[in-house]
């Protein structure tokens, strides 16, 4: 059983900056690898930013390399998704999610869900 527990979304101005945060537990969490993806009004699901427990692999999404970062606590058991240069089309929920594959495009294999935080960005 793993749970999920995602927080800081909120809503801001294009240009704004905001920290998301993911607190993970459960068993053999660490043997997972971890994502946010965010799924935007009347949109499908899409992956944003992949990585390890440890850091040395991460993924993003092309339409947020340069803005978006992604890092681990290790010792508290907590991912984070530092947005930065906000724009209007980051408007969505943002889901955390732990799996056991991360590819070039997206993290497969998923074992469970957060239940979301809604970002909104004004223009």
């Known amino acids: 059983q793993v749970q999920l527990v995602e927080s800081g979304g909120e809503s801001v101005q294009a240009g704004d900056s905001l920290r998301l945060s993911c607190a993970a537990s459960?068993?053999?969490?660490?043997?997972?690898?971890m994502g946010w993806f965010r799924q935007a009004p009347g949109k499908e699901r899409e992956f944003v930013a992949g990585?390890?427990?440890?850091?040395?692999?991460?993924r993003y999404v092309d339409s947020v390399k340069g803005r978006f970062t992604i890092s681990m606590d290790n010792a508290k058991k907590t991912m984070y998704l530092q947005m930065n240069r906000l724009i209007p089309e980051d408007t969505a929920v943002y889901y955390c999610?732990?799996?056991?594959?991360?590819?070039?495009?997206?993290?497969?294999?998923?074992?469970?869900w957060g239940k979301g935080t809604r970002v909104t960005v004004s223009s």
């Open positions: 990585s390890s427990w440890s850091g040395d692999l991460t």
């Open positions: 459960g068993r053999a969490i660490d043997h997972y690898l």
């Open positions: 999610a732990t799996g056991t594959r991360l590819t070039l495009t997206t993290l497969g294999g998923i074992i469970d």
